[in-house]
C-alpha cells in the first residue's frame, strides 16, 4: 500500500462575479467618459470646467488621484489654486475648475497621510 499525502490546505479562489450587462455598460461609458476627457485636455492644453457640472468634475477628481490631470479652481478674482486630489473630490460646487495636462515631473502631488483617500492608522508620521 503507498503513502498517500493528504494536505488540509484548501487555496482559497475568491468567485469572480459576473457583471450584469448594465454594469458593464455602465463601467464602459465611464471609461468612455474619462478617456474623452483626457483626449480634450490633451488636445487643447487646458479646459474650463463650469461650476455646477459635478459630474465632469468628479470624472477629472479620479483621473487626477492617477496623475493624469492638474486641478485648479478658479477664484472669484479669477486666481487659480491648485488642488489635491481630497480637495477635488470634496471641492464646493460653487467654483469653476481649469483642467489641464499635469507638467513633466511635478504631476499629482499626493500627500502620505491623507484621511480622506488613504487609511492613516498604522502608516509612519
Not at 72 to 96: K, T, Y
Amino acid at each position: 500500500m503507498g503513502c498517500v499525502a493528504v494536505s488540509n490546505v484548501v487555496p482559497f479562489r475568491r468567485a469572480i462575479p459576473v457583471p450584469a450587462s448594465s454594469e458593464r455598460e455602465a463601467h464602459h461609458r465611464r471609461r468612455g467618459e474619462q478617456r474623452s476627457l483626457l483626449d480634450a485636455v490633451y488636445a487643447t492644453g487646458s479646459m474650463i470646467v463650469a461650476a455646477e457640472d459635478r459630474a465632469m468634475k468628479l470624472t477629472a477628481s479620479r483621473l487626477q488621484v492617477y496623475g493624469f490631470l492638474a486641478i485648479e479652481e478658479v477664484g472669484e478674482d479669477g486666481l487659480m489654486r491648485r488642488l489635491r486630489p481630497s480637495e477635488a473630490i470634496r471641492a464646493r460646487s460653487e467654483r469653476p475648475w481649469r483642467l489641464s495636462k499635469p507638467a513633466c515631473g511635478t504631476a499629482v502631488t499626493i500627500p502620505r497621510l491623507d484621511g480622506f483617500l488613504f487609511e492613516s492608522a498604522g502608516q509612519p508620521a
